[in-house]
Nanobody, 120 residues
């Protein structure tokens, strides 16, 4: 029932910025952004709870910002000061499988992903 569609990925030089968007059909208590590169585990980079609490993995603190606009049903991830190691497919996700814990590594619903590449 929950549907998620990401957009906004692209190719940028190191130090550049992007704003990723995720259109959703229904807001879950927890929503988040994950990223994955070949050969590595999917990593939660940011999440937001229904009360507005925000959580970030250490590697992106101070550079990435998660936000949500419930008026138009869009989840955003502003990514600044991009580094080559940030390159990945970025996915939006909804509904943590660990009740009430938006920092969990597993979510129930996923978008199709949007590619971010960073050149040096």
């Amino acid at each position: 029932q929950v549907q998620l569609v990401e957009s906004g990925g692209g190719s940028v030089q190191a130090g550049g910025s992007l704003r990723l968007s995720c259109q959703y059909t229904y807001s879950s208590y927890c929503m988040g952004w994950f990223r994955q590169v070949p050969g590595k585990e999917r990593e939660r980079v940011a999440s937001i709870s229904n009360d507005g609490s925000k959580f970030y993995t250490d590697s992106v603190k101070g550079r990435f910002t998660i936000s949500k606009d419930n008026a138009i049903n869009i989840l955003y991830l502003q990514v600044n000061s991009l580094k080559p190691e940030d390159a990945a497919v970025y996915y939006c996700a909804a509904e943590s499988t660990k009740y009430g814990d938006c920092t969990a590594s597993t979510y129930k619903y996923w978008g199709q992903g949007t590619q971010v590449t960073v050149s040096s």
